[in-house]
């Protein structure tokens, strides 16, 4: 079964981004063009072997906790150390740790193709390259030499240890507190919740990436500081517990088959911890890691929102039902639902989203590689801008549209989409945590507008107006998209109105005033990003059409016009709603009186 397009995901990558570029720089001279076709390539055998038969599986199958241990799925380890020594986990490492020097443009096109397959089981070998990650960032050499090998190759999980009962989103608030042993070490005592990947015995150890606060140290942010936290303490004679406490796992509606693990350190014995880079660093050094995660988040919801898609594609067309309107003649033949005009609807609303998401999720991993390996400091420097900016919208517009987007395939399916008899039922319920994960949708709205539009003097959005101007002018060539150019183009005018209206409630007002929909503001900024990115590939698309060699080809760069043209016909439209609300004067979400709330 298909789960995702891998001729769209080189056609992104060879045809709309400059990959040329990339390969100009000497941290990435070794992935030419037939070095990344075999790096996709290799992604999709090992995610058709070790990941998509058992994604059905890992739900029916769940997780479970018994008798002191978390049970999975014996594949979860056996997929982790596929991943592994396949070079996965590590693939953007330096060549002296072992690692590619995988540009991330193309790591998170595999990364993307594995999400598509099982994004359940995928979730544990790249949580566990951000966790390695830190380490290899920020930590000693004798923390590298410890855990860093034995992560790369999947045998040890590695997590982020954040979350508490009264600390989710506020981590300047967490209580887990550490004190500094004789022996360098820290004890480190305290609760954590809903730790991905927090315990399972598919792998030898569980290497927590935990953030604590100095026991009687600063209040604040101020306070905090990043550890290493093994579940075992490696040794001369191996493996030894640390008293990491598994309290239980969380039910969950969906992903049943990634644990979700309630952690306890230093209740059943004394926990030690090790400086993850200098104390009182944690937040900043961690939220490296998280930046990396809210695209790792975008990517899960595309892969499910691209297998949704195409299992509703092939039901579509091969489900017969009904007939069109105007046919009354009951002996003819029923049509083949794809060819109803509004499971058309259905079926490009879905790749719309599925083909934006991967457009803004492969430009942003493009900026973020040209911002570590530019020779040029202006040119890091801008790419690091225009990824900061959009990073909200890489992680929240997959997240949200892709929860639509499978709701969408269900409705394609009918009754048999609610049914477990296809895994689109499983697909939404796994999705929906997507908006929650790294960061609610409200806090990237808050983060968007109260602080990404406003760093640097608003630079960032400078350097994005151009690249979006850019693209219009492009597509202004192009006789059957001008119409869309032209409309979009004034669209982004009215939005440097909205961006005015909003900047003088902040010079002006309460904040509480000028965040009060923030949410809303991230949609609308979203679509015209989405908008940019499509326009871009429908102008690549027609430029290449009349030299598109077969059939396939012909069809494949006419989808991208369609596509482009449904989602401004159809789904952009809803930025002019939006800029009525965020324009309009009444404050009815400010000014409510909460007794109104029955």
């Known amino acids: 079964m298909q789960y995702v397009s891998t001729r769209n995901l080189n056609f992104v990558l060879n045809e709309v981004l400059n990959l040329d570029q990339l390969r100009g720089y000497d941290l990435y001279a070794d992935f030419d063009a037939d070095t990344t076709a075999m790096a996709l390539g290799a992604a999709k055998d090992l995610a058709d072997e070790h990941l998509f038969p058992y994604y059905r599986e890992m739900d029916k199958n769940k997780a479970y906790y018994a008798d002191g241990e978390v049970h999975v799925l014996p594949a979860v380890g056996a997929g982790m150390r596929a991943m592994g020594e396949a070079g996965w986990i590590s693939a953007a490492w330096p060549y002296d740790l072992n690692g590619q020097q995988m540009p991330s443009t193309i790591l998170n096109a595999g990364g993307l193709i594995f999400q598509a397959a099982n994004g359940n089981m995928a979730a544990y070998s790249f ?25 790369a190759l999947g045998q040890w999980q590695g997590t982020m240890a954040l979350t508490e009962p009264q600390a989710g989103s506020s981590l300047s608030d967490i209580t887990t507190t550490y004190e500094e042993l004789e022996d360098g070490s820290y004890a480190i005592k305290g609760q954590k919740i809903y730790i991905s990947g927090g315990d399972h015995n598919s792998v030898e150890n569980v290497v927590h990436l935990l953030l604590a606060r100095k026991k009687d140290g600063p209040k ?61 660093r944690g937040l900043n ?6 930046n990396e995660a809210r695209i790792g988040t975008g990517l899960m919801a595309a892969g499910s929102a691209s297998a949704a898609y195409y299992t509703s594609l092939k039901y579509a067309k091969e489900r017969p039902q009904g007939r069109h309107p105007g046919n009354k003649d009951i002996n003819a033949p029923q049509v083949i639902i794809a060819g109803h005009a509004d499971v058309r609807r259905m079926l490009l609303f879905q790749k719309a989203v599925v083909e934006g998401s991967a457009a803004l999720l492969l430009q942003c991993s493009f900026w973020e590689d040209v911002s570590k390996a530019s020779p040029d400091a202006d040119e890091r420097e801008q790419s690091h801008l225009l990824l900061e900016l959009l990073t909200p ?70 350097l994005l107006n151009k690249e979006v101007s ?10 059957e998209l001008k119409d869309i150019a032209t409309n979009f183009g004034g669209s982004l005018q009215k939005m440097q109105g909205v961006l005015g209206h909003l900047m ?14 923030a949410t809303i503001f991230l949609d609308y900024f979203s679509l015209h990003i989405i908008g940019w990115l ?10 290449a059409l009349p030299a598109a060699d077969g059939e396939d080809e012909r069809a494949f760069y006419q989808s991208k016009i369609v596509t482009t043209q449904y989602f401004f016909n159809y789904v952009f439209t809803r930025t002019a709603g939006h800029r009525r609300t965020l324009l309009a004067t009444k404050r009815i979400t400010v000014d409510l009186d909460e007794s109104v709330l029955v």
């Open 285 to 290: 050094n961690m939220f490296r890691m998280m």
């Open 393 to 462: 919208i890489a992680k929240s517009f997959p997240s949200e549209y892709g929860i639509e987007s499978v709701s969408t395939a269900m409705q394609v399916l009918g009754g048999a989409g609610y049914t477990d008899d296809f895994p689109i039922e499983q697909i939404y319920r796994d999705i929906r945590v997507n908006s929650i994960y790294e960061g609610t949708t409200t806090i990237h709205g808050m983060d968007l507008l109260g602080r990404k539009l406003l760093m640097h003097n608003g630079k960032a959005l400078q």
């Open 127 to 151: 949580l566990t390259t951000g966790a390695a990650n830190l380490i290899l960032e920020f930590g000693s050499e004798e923390l590298k030499a410890t855990y860093l090998e034995k992560m």
């Open 504 to 517: 003088g409630l902040a010079q002006t007002e309460d904040p509480k005033v000028f965040l009060a929909d």
């Open 220 to 280: 604040g942010m101020k306070g905090v500081s990043l550890f290493v936290v093994p579940k075992y303490l490696p040794g001369e004679d191996g493996l030894t517990d640390n008293h990491v406490t598994t309290a239980g796992i969380y039910g969950k509606m969906g992903q049943k088959g990634y644990v979700a693990a309630h952690l306890m350190y230093g209740e059943q014995g004394q926990t030690k911890g090790y400086l993850v880079g200098e104390e009182f």
């Open 470 to 479: 850019g693209a219009v002018a492009g597509a202004m060539e192009v006789g």
């Open 534 to 543: 499509l326009l871009r590939e429908a102008t690549v698309a027609a430029k």
